[in-house]
Nanobody, 124 residues
Framework: QVRLLESGGGLVQAGGSLRLSCAFS????????MGWFRQVPGRERAIVAA????????YYADSVKGRFTISRDNTKNTIYLQMNNLKPEDTNVYYC?????????????????YGQGTQVTVSS
């Protein structure tokens, strides 16, 4: 059973930075593509960023391109989301997600596992 545990959320002023972490356990981490999602009002969770099994391919939503960076450390079974130049509209709960695939992650990729989420609040 895959388990995902997010950390690193908090309160930050607009223009500030945060780094989220997600610890993976239960299966072979390097067999999984990973991603970060956040809630969209009235809709399912929307993908923010994603990374393939070895970090060679990444995906970003248009709203975060140039500000957020996703990375992974397969020796630590952990992914990260570095968030810079944060805006009030980035306020949300951020969920880590995993899918067993070796393919590049695209916006339509369906993930199988989600963590409980970590709150990010950006004040203006």
């Amino acid at each position: 059973q895959v388990r995902l545990l997010e950390s690193g959320g908090g309160l930050v002023q607009a223009g500030g930075s945060l780094r989220l972490s997600c610890a993976f356990s239960g299966r072979t981490f390097s067999s999984y593509g990973m991603g970060w999602f956040r809630q969209v009002p009235g809709r399912e969770r929307a993908i923010v960023a994603a990374i393939n099994w070895n970090g060679g391919s990444t995906y970003y939503a248009d709203s975060v391109k140039g500000r957020f960076t996703i990375s992974r450390d397969n020796t630590k079974n952990t992914i990260y989301l570095q968030m810079n130049n944060l805006k009030p509209e980035d306020t949300n709960v951020y969920y880590c997600a995993a899918v067993p695939t070796s393919q590049a992650i695209v916006s339509s990729t369906r993930f199988d596992y989600y963590g409980q989420g970590t709150q990010v609040t950006v004040s203006s």
